[in-house]
Antibody, heavy 120, light 107 residues
């Protein structure tokens, strides 16, 4: 069974940093592109970033470029999102999400999400 | 970037109704469109990929159609479990873009 379990969310002050983690199991993690998608509570879905299976290709939404860094450790079946210079508008549930195929793709599995709250 | 416009934003319907949700892309995306269902407090669930390909395990009352810039999700006979929010997503190119969502509520 595919499982994606996020951790690392919490309360952080504006300008602060946070590192999210996603532990993957039930599939060959190293073979899949992976994404982060976020959702402001009560609002729609917003794609954040995608990383290729071997980390050779990385993509970001424009509003996160330069502040967020996606990475992965295939030996540990883990995906990460380093978030710096956080703003109030980054407050959201962050989902770890598996791409169904290489490149730009639909998302076939999602984690349960981790809530990031940016507030003073 | 490609923009995705979903309509309506809210839809009131009764059990047994036929429901149609529309998603329009600002430029052609071929068939590279997915539909998701999301219930409160839960992660989205993939229903349809490649505009019309039903994901395994998804009831056959769900169907998708369209190509290019206009797409539809149809629920042929709305069931109690279908009251949820639905999102389209383009994956023709990065950045991946979701539509604004359609909340299907009980009439």
């Amino acid at each position: 069974e595919v499982q994606l379990v996020e951790s690392g969310g919490g309360l952080v002050k504006p300008g602060g940093s946070l590192r999210l983690s996603c532990a993957a199991s039930g599939f060959t993690f190293s073979s899949y592109f992976m994404n982060w998608v976020r959702q402001v509570p009560g609002k729609g879905l917003e794609w954040v970033s995608c990383i290729s299976s071997g980390s050779g290709y990385i993509y970001y939404a424009d509003s996160m470029k330069g502040r967020f860094t996606i990475s992965r450790d295939n030996a540990k079946n883990s995906l990460f999102l380093q978030m710096n210079s956080l703003r109030a508008e980054d407050t959201a549930v962050y989902y770890c999400a598996r791409a169904n195929s290489v490149g730009a793709s639909e998302i076939d599995y999602w984690g349960q999400g981790t809530l990031v709250t940016v507030s003073s | 970037d490609i923009q995705m416009t979903q309509s309506p934003s809210t839809l009131s319907a009764s059990v047994g109704d036929r429901v149609t949700i529309t998603c329009r892309a600002s430029q052609s995306i071929g068939i590279w469109l997915a539909w998701y269902q999301q219930k409160p407090g839960k992660a989205p669930n993939l229903l349809i990929k490649k505009a019309s390909s039903l994901e395994s395990g998804v009831p056959s009352r769900f169907s998708g159609s369209g190509s290019g810039t206009e797409f539809t999700l149809t629920i042929s006979s709305l069931q109690p479990d279908d009251f949820a929010t639905y999102y389209c997503q383009q994956y023709n190119s990065f950045p991946l873009i979701f539509g604004g969502g359609t909340e299907v509520e009980i009439k």
